[in-house]
């Protein structure tokens, strides 16, 4: 396989967005965690290891990596980075005080510098992940082994948005494929108290099926209000009534917000074969999962309202779910959680706390009131 500097740009197969600025949680699966392989052993040992995006320097490569596998691809051409989206941003050596100022001085110009670095070291590492945090602009890390990726990734608590493994050892590429399914992040989780829960006639509810399986205190983040969201449990525990569907969370209405990696938001109605969807944990640990199905039918709904324990505020939020005794939502009381048809005034809850308004599932600055 050659590896020159010359090439074309290929489009991302999968239509994913790989190189939109926004700031990524540590360990978050939306970390870019691709390979710059020097083989094919690599490409296979990367590709059967979770990689999804190969990165190369000419067209050969590119060529003969299509005819073993199905992925997206990066290219370097002429000292620049170019995202399978097209994004594209300059490749930057650093070696030096003035070498770091260089690549310092691109924070908020481009929309991505890549880093060079012979010798990893951790100040010059937290300098540049602090001077690009507060930008639009990524900054990615070329690294030589799986123990640098992983410093990049974590440095200050933030880490780069994006490494490249460049190698020729097929060892190192599934050990960064590792790092990359085996990543996680934890959202704070609060108490709410049930003010009331009330049944409210009949709606189009949608069933998240997933491509993993959940454990039975593992399920979605759902609100009526993406300020306010409740942690609705999969439908993992075992029930007298229907087998155990571990797959499964039976979310909530077409038009309540789902919480999705990196911290955005979703309409259920929105989610489909191949889209990605976040597992959260009762104790707060979550993971991107792939969605096989959702199942979208009419069934009678519940109105299930509650408030901060801990606020002063006596503004009431809420979630409309399917009135069905598999339906249950995490509470810091019941370990298997608490079903929505038994579910009683003064019942305590487990849920999320977002004050930021949203546009497309984005947070923005806005003053929103939702009721």
């Not at 190192?172 to 409210?200: D, H, N, Y």
């Amino acid at each position: 396989m050659g590896f020159g500097f010359v090439g074309s740009l290929y489009s991302d197969r999968t239509g994913a967005d790989y190189c939109t600025p926004r700031r990524r949680a540590v360990g978050s699966t939306d970390k870019r965690i691709w390979v710059k392989p020097a083989s094919k052993d690599v490409v296979t040992a990367a590709v059967e290891n979770g990689i999804s995006t190969l990165v190369f320097a000419d067209d050969k490569s590119v060529e003969e990596a299509a005819q073993l596998v199905r992925v997206s691809f990066g290219r370097l051409e002429d000292g620049v980075l170019y995202c399978p989206d097209g994004k594209s941003g300059p490749v930057v050596q650093v070696d030096s005080a003035d070498s770091q100022q260089k690549a310092m001085d691109l924070a908020g110009k481009a929309d991505l510098v890549a880093i060079v670095a012979d010798d990893w070291r951790i100040i010059p590492a937290e300098n540049l992940v602090a001077k690009f945090q507060p930008t639009k602009t990524q900054v990615f890390a070329f690294v030589g082994t799986v123990l640098d990726a992983e410093v990049m990734l974590t440095t200050l608590e933030v880490g780069v948005d994006g490494v490249i493994l460049e190698t020729g050892d097929p060892n190192e590429a599934r050990a960064l494929g590792k790092l990359s399914t085996s990543s996680s992040s934890t959202i704070e989780l609060t108490e709410f108290v049930v003010t009331s829960v009330k049944p409210i006639g009949m709606g189009d509810r949608v069933c998240v099926d997933t491509c993993s399986l959940l454990g039975e205190k593992e399920g979605m983040m759902v609100g009526s209000s993406s300020q306010r969201m409740v942690l609705v449990l999969s439908e993992a525990a075992k029930s007298e009534y229907v087998p155990s569907r571990p797959f499964r969370v039976n979310a909530g209405t077409v038009s309540a917000y789902c919480m999705l990696p990196g911290g955005r938001t979703k309409y259920l109605a929105e989610q489909t074969m191949g889209s990605s969807a976040l597992a959260v944990s009762a104790d707060g640990t979550t993971r991107e999962v792939v969605v096989g199905r959702s199942k979208i039918e009419r069934r009678p709904l519940i109105l299930v309202e509650f408030s901060e324990s801990s606020s002063e505020s006596n503004r009431t939020h809420g979630v409309i779910l399917q009135n069905a005794e598999t339906v249950r939502l995490a509470s810091p009381d019941q370990a298997e959680g608490l079903s929505v048809t038994s579910m009683k005034q003064g019942d305590r809850i487990l849920g999320s706390v977002d004050n930021s308004a949203r546009h497309v599932g984005m947070k923005i600055n806005e003053s929103i009131l939702e009721t």
